[in-house]
T-cell receptor, first 113, second 115 residues
Framework: AQSVTQPDIHITVSEGASLELRCNYS??????LFWYVQSPGQGLQLLLK??????LVQGIKGFEAEFKRSQSSFNLRKPSVHWSDAAEYFC???????????FGTGTRLQVTL | DTGVSQNPRHKITKRGQNVTFRCDPI?????LYWYRQTLGQGPEFLTY????????KSRLLSDRFSAERPKGSFSTLEIQRTEQGDSAMYLC?????????????FGQGTRLTVV
């Protein structure tokens, strides 16, 4: 069965600083990989996805992620964080069926001014 | 189309009561998913439909839970004899069928509190 590990429960960064959120997955074949963001009490918004092809994917709000098969990782990055980026971030893997997802436990991002 | 819609947004119920949630997917999406998210955790898959057929159910979906999608459009999730452990956010998502290179779009969820 597939699984996702987000090793950082909580991260605090200063506004304007760079950000990297870690995600490791376990799946035997090429996975579908996603990053979602969730604001308090809200649903999930897709930031970006990897299905195939270029391993560096661009998403919304200036986020990008890189798929590294050798490391089973799909880390999320942003060069300059804005206060509005404070939220919970979830990495997810889709196995077989792209939309049936297994999520990590999330990383809560706090942004200090 | 404004996206996936879930109603109600919040529900407080007494232990032992039955509750029903509704999800209206994006109109052209033929797949519909239910997830449950407890505090501090990521969403966990419960079940999914392709059109009106329920194709998979998680072991998390006990006998007290039932989901329907009678005409392949909206879906309902019913919980009978609610327990305090059922308190969670219930998320609905929809997508096109696999092969279209699509992803799931989520609703804003229904937060259930069992007192």
């Amino acid at each position: 069965a597939q699984s996702v590990t987000q090793p950082d429960i909580h991260i605090t960064v200063s506004e304007g600083a760079s950000l990297e959120l870690r995600c490791n997955y376990s799946y035997g074949a090429t996975p579908y990989l996603f990053w979602y963001v969730q604001s308090p009490g809200q649903g999930l918004q897709l930031l970006l996805k990897y299905f195939s092809g270029d391993t560096l994917v661009q998403g919304i709000k200036g986020f990008e992620a890189e798929f590294k098969r050798s490391q089973s990782s799909f880390n999320l990055r942003k060069p300059s964080v804005h206060w509005s980026d404070a939220a919970e971030y979830f990495c997810a893997v889709g196995a077989g069926t792209a939309s049936k997802l297994t999520f990590g436990t999330g990383t809560r991002l706090q942004v200090t001014l | 189309d404004t996206g996936v819609s879930q109603n109600p947004r919040h529900k407080i119920t007494k232990r032992g009561q039955n509750v029903t949630f509704r999800c209206d997917p994006i109109s052209e999406h033929n797949r519909l998913y239910w997830y449950r998210q407890t505090l501090g955790q990521g969403p966990e898959f419960l079940t999914y439909f392709q059109n009106e057929a329920q194709l998979e159910k998680s072991r998390l979906l006990s006998d007290r839970f039932s989901a329907e999608r009678p005409k392949g459009s909206f879906s309902t999730l019913e919980i009978q004899r609610t327990e305090q452990g059922d308190s969670a956010m219930y998320l609905c998502a929809s997508s096109l069928a696999e092969g279209a290179g699509t992803e799931a779009f989520f609703g804003q969820g229904t937060r259930l509190t069992v007192v």
